[in-house]
């Protein structure tokens, strides 16, 4: 079913007996996300839903009612632009650029494009052009984080916030990206909560018990202090988020550079450029925030197996961002050993025994599958880099002309 | 030994507005003391690596690590201390400030504790315990026209305070260190509790006001000297219904705290036992065997945390050291104290079976990494323990030779209750 969204302090919707996978509510108070709850199959009516919420979110109700009112920064206008980047999307975009419509943003300030990536016809820009406002750039080399940095070289705004297409976003998404960088002048990132915009199908349950997207509802700020190594401490970056939520301010890129395009989808990694960014914005000491009112909504993958692709891609990503991190910084190898060996402990190794002991709902296979990933990862950024540098002598290196 | 970094140390009152703080770029770690009213609700530590805390920030960690005290105290109304009994306005007080060589602090204290003035009789005496005629103390009390100095050479904490006790005119009694500064509306809040009959001693909470050295820090994690932000009481029930000894350490110290002064003049209590306190060989604990009287006597002790205190922690580890080195010696000479005075056997328990299980305890959880608190710091403690029943032995010679403190007079030859009497108020108007 759809993920609805209801508002505790109004009036509280009907919810119709379930038909297919499962009922969630993401329940918001005063505008600020608390959490889930999942409502019985059979249906529920205001009252219900409203007991449950109470019952299911106490204390998070209580905090938020206990939280006194901040006093924030003076929140100047500052422009932003929104990147979709995406490849042969045109079946998945019509939504996401409905909602991208619909952002609460001045629009004088708010500058929506889409990156086409390496496309094999012209379906995405027709299906941009019936959206005025959005923009349509086409980035020729193939690879997520060529279209990425396309999106910074194009802007000229002062925040760049990526989502992806498959990806409905809240309306009040870009405000909260905004007002989460004013808050906290010093942040060079923001991410954001995402929720599943469904769940029909046991696919999709099943990636939300992985861990899904979501990195929970408490507000956080992570920096480093001066001569701390950000790998011991936060090398796990995707506690942070995930790139269908993540804005950078535009200077960050300039001193921190671009995206590395030997990484993510679309190159042999499959994936980790989000990762390994959020990585640099702290290795560079800047602050990474977490803000959970930032909601865009993400539609899983419905069948299994694509699940079991994008679960062993997400181990061949995070494996490949820390061999380029122990490749950049030598500095880190040791702290990059650790993390790798514990993760394959911790989140792999464990999960197995765990599972061989008592069988979950979670299958064996997922889990080996990634473990498969994770190794496979450590290989293949070494032909990523030489799939890019054959990108860039096939293209050239030479930043594209900013489109009009 | 390097210690634990720098912590700003910052206050919000809930009643006003919930800003930005930008001053912290300095540290890595900042404690904000939240207060709500006259009341402090607890504090909460944020981590802010050397930038700026937003307001933003600051009011999610407020709500995550205060949400049960905030919610608690909007939901009882008569939590606010404007509900409590106050303690009428004609009873007069007694501060008394013992001091030694230290005219910077002293002059910071007195300040504040002159700015208490209202309309209740009060009466401040500094007693100057290393007097003479290079004394620095005179000239700093000189300058406070409504201050009273006294002057006890013999050297201990004890004696400069009983020479106060037994100088005091006012019915309450309160008690504080020269190196602490009061905030606005502390001694009200501090002896509000006397308006009840039973109480007979009131403490206060002690918080850190700056933590910027590591010996600071240190000390804090040593457990400082605040007893946290939560009301209690305890009494005589209290004091006999333990098997094992009663932790009279507990329930405050005299750094911040009050006394009805007819308990001085009570042969059950009686005044600060000399041998015990700084000055002494046995180095601290005269305020813990005074607590051990008052408790076993009857009395009532409440613990009242919104009349908190600032105190200045020793800034460096030289000084930590010997504190915490005295602690552990007049630990145990509390409870040899305890034992040979007044037949306590579980003293017994205390020194020989819970203090080492403690040491032993606090030794494993470092070992296991569970705490950062130095080992070296352990053992110092351990070694302090070991040296408490000679430096008990040593300070009871010294007092032999220096003969007894001053008593305050028996309630009987001033004619029934204690009051404050027009000639004692006229010492200090």
Known sequence: MKLVSVELSEPLPALPPCTKGVQWVLVKLHGTPLGFVRTPDAGCGPEGLRALALEELTWQIARRYARPEPVRRPHPAVSMTVAVCTRNGA????????????????????????????????????????????????????????????????????????????????????????EAFAEEPHAMCVTGLVVPDEIDTPAQLLFERYGGF????????????????????????????????????REFFAQGGLFDPALDVGTPTNGGGDLEMFFRVLKNGHALVYEPAAIVRHRHRRSYEDLRTQITNNGIGFFAYLVRAARIYPEDRLAVARLGLWWMWWWHARRLLRSLVRPSAFPIELILAEIKGSCVGLKRYAPSRRCAAGVVQQFGDAAPERTA | MSGPPAIAIRTIDLDGAVNAIDDVAAFCRTRVFVSHGDELIGSVDIENTFAP??????????????????????????????????????????????????????????????????????????????????SPTVAVVREFEHVVLIEEGRP????????????????????????????????????????????????????????????????EAYGGLGKGFERFERDGDWFRSRRVAVPTWLLGATANAAFRAEVFADSRVGMLDEALGAGMPTGCSEDTYLFYRILKADGTIAYEPAAWVWHRHRRDLAALRAQIYSYSKGHIAYHLTTLFRDGDARALIRMFYSLPRTYLGRAWYRLRGYSDYPLSLIALEIAGSLAGPWALWQARRRVRRLGPGARRPAVAEIGGKTQISAAGMARSA
């Open chain 1, 214 to 249: 979501g990195r929970g509802f408490d507000r956080q700020v992570f920096r480093v202090a001066p001569g701390e190594s950000a790998m011991r401490r936060f090398g796990g970056t995707g506690r942070f988020g995930t790139g269908a939520n993540m804005a950078f301010r």
């Open chain 2, 53 to 134: 805390i937003s307001a933003t920030r600051l009011s999610d960690a407020i709500a995550a690590g205060l949400w049960f005290q905030i919610a608690r105290r909007k939901a009882d109304p008569k939590a606010t201390s404007a509900a409590r009994p106050a303690l009428s306005h004609d009873i007069g007080v007694s501060v008394i400030i013992p001091t030694c060589g230290r005219p910077e602090d002293l002059r910071r204290c007195l300040q504040a504790v002159e700015a208490q003035r209202g309309t209740r009789p009060l009466e401040v005496i500094v007693i100057d315990n290393r007097p003479g005629p290079a």
């Open chain 1, 91 to 178: 079946r998945r975009l019509p939504a996401c650029l409905d909602a991208l419509d619909a952002l609460e943003y001045p629009r004088e300030l708010l500058d929506v494009v889409v990156v086409d990536n390496a496309p094999v016809d012209e379906t995405t820009r027709r299906a941009v052009e019936g959206h005025s406002r959005i923009r349509y750039i086409r980035e020729p080399r193939p690879g997520l984080d060529w279209a990425r940095n396309r999106a910074v070289l194009d802007s000229r705004a002062e925040i760049i916030a990526y989502t992806d297409d498959d990806v409905s976003v809240d309306p009040g998404w870009a405000r909260a990206v905004a």
């Open chain 2, 156 to 219: 201990g904490l004890s004696y400069a305070r009983n020479a106060g006790f037994a100088a005091a005119s006012g019915a309450i009694v309160v008690a504080i260190d020269d190196d602490v500064i009061v905030p606005a509306g502390w001694l009200e809040r501090l002896v509000a509790p006397f308006a009840r009959p039973e109480v007979t001693a009131v403490t206060g909470h002690v918080l850190p006001v700056e933590l910027d050295t590591p010996s600071q820090c240190l000390f």
